[in-house]
C-alpha cells in the first residue's frame, strides 16, 4: 500500500472512530472535543489542531479547543481580536482552513 493509500485508509478508521463515539449523547461537547482535535492531529500528522469561534460581529474569535499532540496538552479560551491581527482575519474571510507550517513566518499567521 502507498503512502496516500495508507493516509485515506488511517482517516478512514479515524472517521468511523469519531462518528460511532459522537452518538453517545451522554458525552460533553467539550470531551468530543477533546477527541476530535486529539484523533484530527494524530491522523493529520501535525502537533497541533485547534477550534475557534467567531463572535457574532466577527470582531473577534474564541479557542474553543486547541490540543498540542507534542505534549498532549489541551486549552481552551484564548481570545484574538481583529484588530491585533488583521491578516489572519482577512485569510480567515478567505479561507475556512488556515495551515502553516511555520507560523512566525507566514504572511497570514506572523501577527499571532
Given amino acids: 500500500m502507498n503512502t496516500q493509500q495508507q493516509r485515506l485508509v488511517a482517516q478512514s478508521r479515524a472517521l468511523t472512530e469519531l462518528t ?3 452518538t453517545d449523547q451522554t458525552v460533553r461537547f467539550d470531551e468530543r472535543l ?3 482535535l486529539a484523533t484530527s492531529a494524530a491522523t493529520l500528522d501535525v502537533d497541533r489542531v485547534s477550534m475557534w469561534c ?3 460581529l466577527r470582531l473577534s474569535i474564541t479557542c474553543s479547543g486547541i ?4 505534549t498532549g496538552r489541551h486549552d481552551m479560551g484564548a481570545i484574538i481580536r481583529r484588530v491585533d491581527a488583521p491578516a489572519y482575519f482577512d485569510a480567515l474571510a478567505r479561507d475556512r482552513v488556515i495551515a ?3 507560523v512566525s513566518t ?3 499567521t506572523r501577527e499571532l
Fill in 106 to 108: 507566514d504572511s497570514r
Fill in 34 to 36: 477533546r477527541v476530535i
Fill in 54 to 56: 467567531f463572535d457574532p
Fill in 100 to 102: 502553516s507550517d511555520d
Fill in 67 to 70: 490540543h498540542q499532540r507534542s
Fill in 20 to 22: 460511532t463515539w459522537h
